[in-house]
């Protein structure tokens, strides 16, 4: 229940900084308080093997005035949920961030570096064929200096 109610809290605080933002949280506990066992047979948000349970928020980030508040926000909790994790140890319990707006946030991130990585990994090769097709290294040269001239434009 401890980690449920720290992710709750996040989810709180960022919606009193970012008023309406959050416009509902459900997990475990809130139908568990309700005794919706009784009317539902049996809590939607644990699993049929009931080793793992949901908290679930509804937000709306894309009507933030600061279009970086929901990308960071994914951000903060990445790093909150890598060190419950952490201090969890092995054989405590596990949890995960999804959902669409944070797979995007993910993916741009690992974008962004996996593009860094494959242009650092290829550049050499087309340096490599200019120079063999021009078979000078004056021309070389005067072929690159444009574009020395030109990266920082």
């Known amino acids: ?3 449920v109610e720290q992710i709750n809290g996040l989810l709180l605080r960022f919606n009193h900084t970012n008023p309406g933002s ?9 139908f568990a308080a309700h005794h919706a066992d009784d009317i539902m047979g049996g809590n939607q948000m644990l699993s049929n093997d ?12 894309l009507v933030l005035e600061d279009k970086y508040a929901a990308p960071n926000f994914i951000n903060r909790m990445e790093e ?3 060190f419950m994790n952490y ?4 054989d405590g319990m596990v949890v995960r961030l ?21 242009e650092v990994h290829t ?12 078979q000078s290294p ?10 020395g001239i030109e990266l920082p434009i």
């Open 123 to 134: 550049l050499p090769l087309p340096f490599f064929i200019l120079a063999l097709a021009l």
């Open 138 to 147: 004056r021309m070389l040269l005067l072929a690159l200096v444009p574009m």
């Open 1 to 3: 229940r401890g980690l």
């Open 98 to 118: 999804t959902g669409i707006f944070t797979l995007d946030v993910v993916l741009q991130k690992t974008l962004l570096k996996e593009i860094l990585v494959h």
């Open 80 to 82: 909150e949920i890598e």
């Open 87 to 90: 201090m969890s140890g092995s």
């Open 22 to 30: 959050i416009v509902q949280i459900q997990s475990y506990y809130t």
């Open 50 to 61: 009931k080793q793992s349970i949901l908290l679930q928020w509804v937000w709306m980030p």
